[in-house]
């Protein structure tokens, strides 16, 4: 209690100052604009401190939904290095980042990784002095099936007996009266419990004091990219040739490069723009997969999952949702309506290749003929 006094003082000092600057009569104009950026950086800073308090809160109390889509960790990891170069220059510190070239998809909440990735880098930072490098890498682990992340860093390091407390709530490598370096030592703790809602888990090791640590968290991929990496493109492309896709979507840039990427692997695609006349698209084309925007002009796609629902000749027919839409409720509604499946714009094409492989292979499965023994 008392370092969570300290540090939510801390801000109060210069934000009164701050607020007694702006009151003083004649005021020019570069220190009102001086006096406005201290309260802005200093609400900015108590905001987090909060922001970190709730959260752990929130993940012991069990009340964090994580709103799931598929998520590239590798291109989020390049965003949030990127996000935090200027705060890493401006401490003189150099930021490598080794990024896998691959997606790596993870079905997981994006804002929550990216506050993951950010916690971690900020860790390392705080703890690593001028002019020290700071390591982050992506990659898949031996198996192929998980995601590895790893932050390494040059600084300080943690002492062995601390090692195993590092994720908990307010512990922290040091805390002398100064606290030089500030902080409840909350970003750890929620990374910790981010990470297992994720279905992960996070490490810490380090060679000791002065010798650096690194931080490394792994999660499972999605199941569509385990799919993807484990079934050549050549391959899906042969099983899936003689299927029949039917593309529901109102944008023409989209539907066409959609269809380009379809055509791409081998199956025979149509396209439509609107809802209106969606069942007498449906028995003319004959497809196996629907692919349907969710805001169609006429008639949306939740009222074509509706009438395809009711229609006992297609029963079997697949639809697949792909939405600009897609908090949890989204996802709740579609799958009320009838959808199978729904994804969340931008669907990485691996990702979309994958899934619509899958399910052709399920659907030609039943519709293989049984034996009697």
């Not at 682990?141 to 407390?165: H, K």
């Not at 691996?350 to 619509?356: D, F």
Request: hydrophobic share 45%.
């Amino acid at each position: 209690l008392a370092m969570l006094a300290h540090e939510l003082r801390n801000p109060l000092g210069p934000m009164l100052n701050a607020t007694h600057l702006l009151r003083l009569p004649g005021l020019e104009d570069d220190t009102s604009a001086r006096a406005t950026e201290i309260l802005d950086r200093q609400v900015g800073h108590m905001a987090r401190l909060l922001d970190d308090l709730l959260d752990v809160s929130r993940i012991q109390a069990g009340k964090i939904q994580l709103v799931r889509e598929a998520v590239d960790v590798a291109a989020l990891a390049r965003e949030v290095a990127g996000d935090h170069q200027g705060s890493f220059q401006s401490a003189g510190l150099i930021l490598e980042l080794a990024a896998s070239g691959e997606p790596l998809l993870v079905d997981g909440d994006r804002a929550r990784l990216s506050q993951i990735i950010g916690n971690i880098l900020s860790n390392a930072a705080k703890f690593s002095q001028r002019g020290q490098c700071i390591h982050l890498r992506t990659g898949r682990d031996a198996s192929g099936r998980r995601l590895v992340l790893t932050v390494r860093d040059e600084g300080s390091g943690i002492e062995p007996a601390l090692l195993d407390r590092i994720f908990e709530p307010f512990v922290q490598a040091e805390t002398p009266l100064a606290r030089p370096r500030g902080g409840l030592g909350l970003g750890l703790a929620v990374v910790k419990g981010l990470v297992a809602l994720h279905g992960g888990r996070v490490s810490a090791t380090s060679g000791g004091p002065g010798k650096g640590a690194e931080f490394s968290l792994e999660l499972p991929l999605h199941a569509g990219q385990i799919a993807a990496a484990s079934t050549p493109e050549s391959t899906i492309a042969a099983r899936a040739a003689p299927e029949a896709i039917l593309v529901f979507e109102d944008n023409a840039d989209a539907a066409e490069s959609l269809r380009v990427v379809l055509a791409s692997a081998g199956y025979r695609v149509s396209l439509e723009a609107t809802g209106r006349d969606a069942m007498a698209a449906i028995k003319r084309v004959r497809p196996t997969i629907v692919l349907c925007d969710l805001g169609l002009p006429e008639r949306d796609g939740y009222a074509i999952a509706s009438d395809v629902r009711a229609d006992p000749d297609w029963s079997h027919l697949q639809l697949i949702a792909i939405s600009g839409y897609g908090s949890a409720d989204d996802q709740v509604r579609s799958s009320r309506a009838g959808f199978d499946l729904h994804l969340t714009k931008p669907v990485p094409p691996g990702l979309l290749l994958a899934e619509l492989s899958r399910r052709v292979a399920d659907a030609a499965h039943a519709r293989a003929p049984v034996h009697a023994i």
